[in-house]
């Protein structure tokens, strides 16, 4: 996924696939949101579903609003950020890790995650 924010604006794009019971479903995602930061970074989202329901409601409906706030300085082999869990529901906890960017936000956003129509 690609993130970028300039000052109060935040956006995020990107694509991969929701695994369940050996299945594969592909999905992609768009961000919107507001808050301070700068920078850009290329990251991971990872969620992990502790229910069935939880997974097929993100599969289906696919949105989710939260808060987050990160400081990144990094490359493919060096530098670091700052990434951790993100408790989205009892059910859903999220991870994102930065694989490469500059940047420092903090910011309210909502996401919209949906099949790709071309892959399944």
Do not use: R
């Not at 694509?15 to 961000?31: L, N, R």
């Not at 502790?50 to 409601?57: D, E, G, I, L, V």
């Amino acid at each position: 996924n690609f993130g970028m924010n300039l000052l109060l604006i935040s956006t995020a794009n990107g694509a991969g696939k929701a695994i369940s019971g050996g299945k594969s479903t592909y999905m992609k995602m768009f961000s919107g949101g507001v808050g301070l930061g700068l920078g850009v970074k290329k990251f991971y989202g990872i969620f992990i579903f502790k229910t069935k329901s939880a997974y097929n409601n993100f599969v289906n409906d696919g949105w989710q609003a939260g808060a987050q706030a990160d400081a990144a300085a990094k490359d493919d082999n060096q530098g670091g950020s700052v990434d951790g869990a993100i408790s989205i529901s009892p059910d859903i906890t999220f991870y994102q890790v930065t694989k490469k960017g500059l940047a420092l936000q903090a910011t309210i956003q909502g996401t919209k995650y949906w099949k790709d129509e071309d892959l399944n």
